[in-house]
């Protein structure tokens, strides 16, 4: 029985013909792989359209990258500033109810006669000095949580914190001066819960003038 043995010189050159032409492992034969998987390969040439199509669609997302990046910046802000609103003016309302419990409690300090206080009547006494208590500790707790009254005597008249009910005859002080307070107002941070009930005063120098007047004095001082 005779054995055919291969001949390896027949076997080489198919061999060889099958390593030139096989594929990479995991890709495309070399030949045939896209350009940017080779490195020794070039990019293929562009035309002046294209490459200007390209610099615009860059310039396009640039500047759409950069109106995002804004206005994620704007909305930060004002969630920032909503929440610290939210927080500080959260009890406003709650305030607000609470004022006119503040009210309540002073006319009735007021309702009480002096000379009754003074003829040594120890439970009207008691109970006056009980009422003040608890208008102080609701004017502690207010302030607590940003509440605070707002200045008026003496002040100039402001339309936006006070309110005037009427006009008090006063020549010695200038015109526009609140000299009395009907109802105190209150406000919360910035805001106004409440605007001063007061009376301003009438026939005094105008307010311009009263400090040009007060300036030398004091400049003489």
């Known amino acids: 029985m005779t054995m055919i043995?291969?001949?390896?010189?027949?076997?080489?050159?198919?061999?060889?013909?099958?390593?030139?032409n096989a594929a990479p492992e995991?890709?495309?034969?070399?030949?045939?792989?896209?350009?940017?998987?080779?490195?020794?390969?070039?990019p293929p040439p562009r035309s002046r359209d294209e490459i200007e199509r390209l610099e615009s669609e860059k310039?396009?997302?640039?500047?759409?990258?950069?109106?995002?990046?804004?206005?994620?910046?704007?909305?930060?802000?004002?969630?920032?500033?909503?929440?610290?609103?939210?927080?500080k003016y959260a009890v406003a309302r709650f305030a607000g109810d609470m004022l006119?419990?503040?009210?309540?409690?002073?006319r009735a300090l007021k309702a009480v006669p002096a000379d009754r206080l003074e003829s040594g009547d120890e439970v009207l006494k008691a109970l006056s000095e009980g009422v003040q208590v608890t208008e102080r500790e609701m004017e502690r707790l207010l302030e607590?949580?940003?509440?605070?009254?707002?200045?008026?005597?003496?002040?100039?008249?402001?339309?936006?914190r006070h309110q005037a009910m009427y006009e008090v005859p006063d020549p010695a002080k200038p015109a526009g001066t609140v000299v009395e307070v009907i109802q105190e107002g209150y406000q919360i941070?910035?805001?106004?819960?409440?605007?001063?009930?007061?009376?301003?005063?009438?026939?005094?120098?105008?307010?311009?003038?009263?400090?040009?007047?007060?300036?030398?004095?004091?400049e003489q001082a």
Request: aromatic share 2%; glycine share 8%; charged share 35%.
């Open 26 to 42: 995991g890709g495309l034969p070399k030949s045939e792989s896209p350009w940017w998987e080779d490195p020794d390969a070039a």
């Open 189 to 218: 941070g910035d805001r106004v819960l409440r605007a001063a009930l007061v009376g301003i005063s009438k026939d005094g120098p105008k307010p311009d003038a009263a400090e040009a007047k007060s300036e030398p004095a004091a």
């Open 59 to 87: 310039s396009d997302l640039t500047d759409r990258l950069i109106r995002l990046a804004a206005e994620m910046d704007n909305l930060r802000k004002r969630t920032e500033r909503e929440l610290s609103d939210t927080r």
């Open 144 to 160: 607590k949580n940003g509440v605070t009254r707002i200045a008026a005597i003496g002040e100039r008249f402001d339309p936006h």
């Open 5 to 20: 043995e291969d001949d390896p010189k027949k076997a080489a050159p198919e061999a060889d013909s099958a390593g030139q």
């Open 100 to 106: 006119v419990v503040g009210d309540n409690l002073r």
